[in-house]
T-cell receptor, first 113, second 112 residues
Framework: AQSVAQPEDQVNVAEGNPLTVKCTYS??????LFWYVQYPNRGLQFLLK????DNLVKGSYGFEAEFNKSQTSFHLKKPSALVSDSALYFC???????????WGAGTKLIIKP | DTGVSQNPRHKITKRGQNVTFRCDPI?????LYWYRQTLGQGPEFLTY????????KSRLLSDRFSAERPKGSFSTLEIQRTEQGDSAMYLC??????????FGQGTRLTVV
């Protein structure tokens, strides 16, 4: 079965430190990969996506993600965390065959001042 | 605001009643999705439309669920004979082609 795993329910980072939120997937073929963020009482917001090309993708709010095909991973990163980055982050994958998003369970990111 | 709009934002209903939710996508977007999200989980795909055609339904969608998108514009999701297990956040998203999906704020359904 196709799936997306976010192995950490919660990630705690001190403000100013780099952050990584992990995502691995099990999807056949060459999927499209996405990160979304969800703030309390707000809808899911698109951060970035990987379709093809350079394995390092840059997105909104200073976030970037690195695609690793051999490890089937798409980890989200930011060089210097802000308190305002605290939110729920979702990794999603869509097989090119049907373009339906398959979602991870989400990782709660807490940035402490 | 030209984003995806969902109404109502909250709905409390008694078990056994029917409910209907509405989604107004971004106007030029041809694809519209419905997802369901429960606490602590990522969204689960329910169904999607390309223009007015409903192209796929998840096996999660029982016969009590039906969705429409007349004229390829707004969409409605109806749940008949609601059950407590239907309590969740129902999310709508739209996109143009296969770019990125824009989500509404969702409709939170509570079945009591």
């Amino acid at each position: 079965a196709q799936s997306v795993a976010q192995p950490e329910d919660q990630v705690n980072v001190a403000e100013g430190n780099p952050l990584t939120v992990k995502c691995t997937y099990s999807v056949s073929g060459n999927p499209y990969l996405f990160w979304y963020v969800q703030y309390p009482n707000r809808g899911l917001q698109f951060l970035l996506k990987y379709i093809t090309g350079d394995n390092l993708v840059k997105g909104s709010y200073g976030f970037e993600a690195e695609f690793n095909k051999s490890q089937t991973s798409f980890h989200l990163k930011k060089p210097s965390a802000l308190v305002s980055d605290s939110a729920l982050y979702f990794c999603a994958v869509t097989p090119q065959s049907n373009y339906q998003l398959i979602w991870g369970a989400g990782t709660k990111l807490i940035i402490k001042p | 605001d030209t984003g995806v709009s969902q109404n109502p934002r909250h709905k409390i209903t008694k078990r056994g009643q029917n409910v209907t939710f509405r989604c107004d996508p971004i106007s030029e977007h041809n694809r519209l999705y419905w997802y369901r999200q429960t606490l602590g989980q990522g969204p689960e795909f329910l169904t999607y439309f390309q223009n007015e055609a409903q192209l796929e339904k998840s096996r999660l969608l029982s016969d009590r669920f039906s969705a429409e998108r007349p004229k390829g514009s707004f969409s409605t999701l109806e749940i008949q004979r609601t059950e407590q297990g239907d309590s969740a956040m129902y999310l709508c998203a739209s996109e143009q082609g296969y770019t990125e999906a824009f989500f509404g704020q969702g409709t939170r359904l509570t079945v009591v």
